[in-house]
């Protein structure tokens, strides 16, 4: 896999907007953002990364588990990204800045022009721009090197910071998956989001 390109920091501050009647904001903190890069995984990230994915906050956010938002452990973790690692159909980055602080991941099984991504911070190093610049460059890398005319993201219905972030993002809705999961004894959505080459090409020509 050639080396994601680099992508100049976008600043923080405070971005709102409305998804379907819920009006969320995301914030990030007023400091400077660390160097956030992106770089293949290898089997030896696996337990760092398993131990971030393991934390009970996250459950239902890890990408792998939308439909079953519940608490896992490090082992059943470990089993998955083992096998994830082994996918032809797509790709693992860990997400760095002075160690590994995510999991970057984008699959592309069912159609390598509409790949599916997912970008996972750990809570500790949450709401510092971490996230941003990750999917920034996992956008720039899909539509650079690879045939993708769009790239989707689905996030759950009830994860308001979650649907946030996709309109931090400009991610465009495209529909929902009804009914696919149960959360405290209610069924609840996925919410899909695009993001096209044009709005990629657009952003790299702003320097964001």
């Not at 971030?52 to 973790?77: M, Q, T, Y």
């Not at 998955?80 to 997400?95: H, K, Q, S, T, Y």
Request: with cysteine; charged share 25%; net charge neutral.
């Amino acid at each position: 896999m050639r080396p994601v390109p680099p992508l100049l920091p976008s600043p923080s501050g405070i971005r709102k907007g409305t998804i379907r009647g819920h009006r969320a904001s995301w914030r990030c903190r007023n400091h400077p953002v660390a160097d956030t890069s992106l770089r293949p995984m290898e089997p030896e990230d696996v337990p760092a990364v398993a131990g971030i994915l393991a934390d009970p906050s996250l459950a239902g956010r890890r990408g792998f588990d939308i439909s079953r938002p519940v608490p896992r452990s490090v082992d059943s973790i470990v089993r998955w990204l083992n096998r994830a690692l082994e996918e032809e159909d797509g790709a693992m980055w860990a997400v760095e800045s002075g160690g590994v602080v995510g999991l970057a991941r984008a699959s592309w099984g069912w159609d390598a022009a509409s790949p599916w991504v997912h970008v996972v911070i750990d809570p500790r190093h949450q709401r510092h721009g971490h996230a941003t610049r990750a999917f920034h460059l996992m956008l720039d890398h899909l539509f650079l090197y690879t045939p993708a005319h769009i790239v989707q993201a689905g996030v759950p219905g009830w994860d308001e910071e979650g649907l946030a972030f996709m309109a931090h993002l400009s991610g465009r809705e495209v529909g929902r998956m009804r009914r696919v999961g149960i959360r405290e004894g209610a069924y609840f959505d996925e919410v899909d989001f695009v993001f096209t080459r044009d709005d990629c090409e657009v952003r790299r020509g702003a320097g964001g």
